[in-house]
């Protein structure tokens, strides 16, 4: 393999390794807070459990 | 909104410092375009001793303090920690391939403590899974996250200490501030990737942080839902405990 070769293999693993993760993190974020906006209603109900949100 | 544009300025960053990095900055005359790869390799490693500097940081204020939200610092930092500790390696192999001739060499001081800082920190974000109690997780993540921060040291100076493949540190030497290894365009490109990723950093910790105290709060909920759930079976079994008796 040439340098531009083990140039692209570290350099693409690296930024799309960044990018991957950063994409994940927000959807892990986004599904946490509709899990949490969900939950709301239920934990502020008088009497009643909250819904168990695991 | 801040983060929103902190993230749009890292990414801008970051292009301009990569495409000068890639096709501005000439090759080296020794190692050729392979050289490349210390553009995201040391950086890299600079963000992997900052991210458990934090959590090694943040633990310790934790049990100074008992602030769960220092806890979730210490799990964001370690987890985006480890991502560029496996950066780290992964282009210093990529590197090591055309200059070394190997791609890895466990005789080597720094590729095997840095080897050692990985399995620590991911065995860090394994031992919180162990319990479900916030608290005790915390003292016990800060007590082994603290532990661990004695292997950066170790991996940073493991170049001066002992004989091996890799080059003496970069940064934070003395024969290197006074005489510089590189070419001032060497330098800036360099300098510029750092910067670019510690903002790419900044803006994934202030993301990783926010789900942290998400899932702490979805936690304590589902914590509270089942405290509930349990009261209520407790108050509908009396009265057919009452009518058995």
């Given at each position: 393999?040439?340098?531009?070769?083990?140039?692209?293999?570290?350099?693409?693993?690296?930024?799309?390794?960044?990018?991957l993760y950063?994409v994940t993190l927000?959807r892990?974020?986004?599904?946490?807070?509709?899990?949490?906006?969900?939950?709301?209603?239920?934990?502020?109900?008088?009497?009643?459990?909250?819904?168990?949100?695991? | 909104?801040?983060?929103?544009?902190?993230?749009?300025?890292?990414?801008?960053?970051?292009?301009?410092?990569?495409?000068?990095?890639?096709?501005?900055?000439?090759?080296?005359?020794?190692?050729?375009?392979?050289?490349?790869?210390?553009?995201?390799?040391?950086?890299?490693?600079?963000?992997?001793?900052?991210?458990?500097?934090?959590?090694?940081?943040?633990?310790?204020?934790?049990?100074?303090?008992?602030?769960?939200?220092?806890?979730?610092?210490?799990?964001?930092?370690?987890?985006?920690?480890?991502?560029?500790?496996?950066?780290?390696?992964?282009?210093?192999?990529?590197?090591?391939?055309?200059?070394?001739?190997?791609?890895?060499?466990?005789?080597?001081?720094?590729?095997?403590?840095?080897?050692?800082?990985?399995?620590?920190?991911?065995?860090?974000?394994?031992?919180?899974?162990?319990?479900?109690?916030?608290?005790?997780?915390?003292?016990?993540?800060?007590?082994?996250?603290?532990?661990?921060?004695?292997?950066?040291?170790?991996?940073?100076?493991?170049?001066?200490?002992?004989?091996?493949?890799?080059?003496?540190?970069?940064?934070?030497?003395?024969?290197?501030?006074?005489?510089?290894?590189?070419?001032?365009?060497?330098?800036?490109?360099?300098?510029?990737?750092?910067?670019?990723?510690?903002?790419?950093?900044?803006?994934?910790?202030?993301?990783?942080?926010?789900?942290?105290?998400?899932?702490?709060?979805?936690?304590?909920?589902?914590?509270?839902?089942?405290?509930?759930?349990?009261?209520?079976?407790?108050?509908?079994?009396?009265?057919?405990?009452?009518?058995?008796?």
């Amino acid at each position: 393999m040439s340098d531009w070769g083990f140039v692209a293999a570290g350099w693409g693993v690296v930024l799309g390794g960044l990018g991957l993760y950063a994409v994940t993190l927000l959807r892990r974020l986004a599904s946490a807070r509709a899990a949490l906006a969900d939950a709301t209603p239920a934990a502020g109900a008088v009497g009643e459990p909250a819904r168990d949100t695991e | 909104m801040r983060s929103r544009v902190l993230g749009l300025v890292a990414l801008l960053v970051l292009v301009i410092a990569a495409v000068n990095a890639l096709f501005v900055v000439p090759s080296d005359l020794n190692q050729g375009d392979a050289q490349r790869l210390m553009y995201v390799h040391v950086p890299s490693a600079w963000l992997a001793y900052l991210s458990f500097g934090v959590t090694a940081l943040a633990g310790l204020g934790y049990l100074w303090k008992r602030d769960l939200r220092l806890d979730a610092v210490a799990v964001s930092a370690a987890e985006i920690g480890v991502m560029f500790t496996a950066f780290a390696i992964w282009a210093g192999m990529m590197w090591g391939q055309p200059v070394w001739g190997v791609f890895w060499q466990w005789e080597d001081p720094r590729l095997t403590t840095t080897a050692l800082l990985l399995a620590l920190y991911v065995g860090y974000l394994l031992f919180r899974r162990l319990t479900d109690d916030p608290h005790r997780r915390a003292a016990r993540a800060a007590v082994v996250g603290l532990v661990s921060a004695v292997d950066i040291p170790i991996v940073h100076f493991s170049v001066e200490w002992w004989r091996g493949l890799h080059q003496t540190a970069t940064f934070l030497s003395p024969d290197t501030i006074l005489n510089p290894p590189a070419p001032v365009p060497f330098r800036i490109a360099l300098m510029s990737m750092i910067a670019a990723f510690t903002l790419v950093w900044a803006w994934l910790m202030i993301r990783r942080y926010q789900l942290a105290r998400a899932d702490m709060e979805l936690e304590e909920r589902a914590r509270r839902s089942r405290v509930a759930a349990a009261r209520h079976v407790a108050i509908a079994a009396t009265p057919a405990e009452e009518a058995g008796r």
